[in-house]
């Protein structure tokens, strides 16, 4: 089975340009997670859907940050304008919550293979 | 407060030999699950073991174990026979009880990670 899907693997551009990151979810997950993973601050929860909306975007870093789920197959995280600061692993994540209850919560997130950018 | 805690940033151990890697967690919730992941220096998050609250036994997976003491909120990771392959991050992650209907708590918060190496 195909796991989650992420493109590109390496991304490196000059600040100020637009970046946009994509995400193909396991089939049949509903939930879809976006982390960025830094030395200095480890993992952090971005942005997650459930159901192709939005539920906590509160771990997006500002309005430079923007993710949408326009489907259930694909989601896009994109920073513009990019900056240096930016540059980490950014991952994705899907699961799923459908469900009973306690099934959800013993279900794990299965991760993308990142994509590694660098802000120059 | 840190909902996940993993003090020992680095670890050292020789092949074969058992290790325990330490995970406490903080949580009021009397439901909630454990996952413990791995990262290795490809990237990749993979997970490896979970464990939910109400679980009447310590979960175990091939190589792997969870010594789970729920009164003193620790669910360490025991690899037994450590391979050279078992050198890579670990992550201990906590999902907390589902209290909205539908979805709001599927995220997982992850601690800072352990690494681990395994000396020949």
């Known amino acids: 089975d195909a796991g989650v899907i992420q493109s590109p693997r390496h991304e490196v551009t000059e600040m100020g340009q637009e970046v946009t990151l994509r995400c193909k979810p396991i089939?049949?997950?509903?939930?879809l997670f976006w982390y960025r993973q830094t030395m200095m601050r480890g993992l952090e929860l971005l942005i997650y859907?459930?159901?192709?909306?939005?539920?906590?975007d509160s771990g997006m870093p500002e309005d430079r940050f923007s993710a949408k789920m326009p489907n259930a197959s694909f989601s896009t995280l994109k920073i513009q304008p990019s900056e240096p600061r930016d540059s980490a692993v950014y991952f994705c994540?899907?699961?799923?919550?459908?469900?009973?209850?306690?099934?959800?919560?013993?279900?794990?997130?299965?991760f993308g293979d990142g994509t590694r950018l660098s802000i120059l | 407060a840190q909902k996940i805690t993993q003090t020992q940033p680095g670890m050292f151990v020789q092949e074969k030999e058992a290790v325990t890697l330490d995970c406490t967690y903080d949580?009021?919730?009397?439901?909630?699950?454990l996952f413990w992941y791995k990262q290795p220096s490809s990237g990749e998050m993979i997970f490896l073991i979970y464990?939910?609250?109400?679980?009447?036994q310590n979960a175990t997976e091939g190589r792997y174990s969870l010594n789970f003491q729920k009164a003193r909120k620790s669910a360490n990771l025991v690899i037994s026979a450590s391979q050279l392959g078992d050198s890579a991050m670990y992550f201990c992650?906590?999902?907390?009880?589902?209290?909205?209907?539908?979805?709001?708590?599927?995220?997982?918060?992850f601690g800072t990670g352990t690494r681990l190496t395994i000396i020949p």
């Open positions: 992650a906590m999902r907390e009880g589902l209290r909205r209907a539908n979805f709001g708590n599927e995220k997982l918060t």
């Open positions: 859907f459930n159901n192709n909306v939005p539920i906590d």
């Open positions: 464990q939910g609250s109400y679980d009447q």
């Open positions: 949580t009021s919730d009397p439901s909630y699950g």
């Open positions: 994540a899907s699961s799923s919550s459908l469900l009973p209850r306690q099934e959800i919560l013993r279900q794990p997130q299965h």
């Open positions: 089939s049949g997950h509903n939930s």
